[in-house]
């Protein structure tokens, strides 16, 4: 086998056979990377909006990252640090619940306490957590939506290089 080395290469490249999941026996939480961990107490997005962000509802956090590009009045800008700071505050509150709950899974795995029951019960707490989750982010981009003009929206889709200035916006919220 061949193994190429360069910069940032620090992965491992799994020889046949051996298991993609190689190095990760060590993580605290077996499913998740420590970036994840952190994600989900931080409150951070990680992706979970995208379906809304995508589609032209914006996102809290970068329309006020955007705010002077978007010419956004006080009234909206503030408007949108609530909505943030709303939506942050929620999704770190599941978060932790959510982690905790992987912590917990991944402890009766590691000790060997394995009960079917308990297995399935923690899962779906795990999965209804990570729904909430995801729709506290989601909810935040269909409020936003409603916070921007049309051509905000626009201009917002153009600063976060979705499309360029000859495509306008669909949605009729001017």
């Known amino acids: 086998m061949i193994v190429f080395f360069g910069a940032g290469c620090n992965s491992h490249h799994p020889e046949e056979g051996e298991s993609p999941y190689v190095g990760q026996e060590g993580r605290e939480i077996k499913s998740l990377t420590d970036r994840e961990v952190q994600g989900y107490l931080n409150g951070e997005g990680m992706g979970l909006s995208k379906v809304a962000e995508l589609n032209n509802f914006p996102g809290p956090k970068h ?13 909206q800008l503030s408007q949108t ?19 905790s709950a992987e912590r917990e899974l991944n402890n009766i795995f590691e000790h060997s306490d394995v009960d079917s029951a308990q297995v399935d ?3 779906s707490k795990i999965g209804m957590l990570h729904a909430k989750i995801r729709a506290t982010h989601v909810q935040a981009h269909l409020k ?5 003009s049309g051509q905000q929206i626009d201009r917002y889709q153009e600063l976060r290089g979705y499309r360029d200035e000859r495509h306008q916006h669909q949605m009729g919220n001017d």
């Open 121 to 123: 019960s923690l899962i």
């Open 144 to 148: 936003m939506e409603k916070l921007l």
């Open 63 to 75: 329309v006020i990252e955007l705010s002077d590009q978007l010419d956004l009045t006080e009234a």
């Open 81 to 99: 640090e609530m909505l943030f700071e709303e939506m942050k505050k929620h999704s770190t509150t599941l978060g932790q619940q959510y982690i």
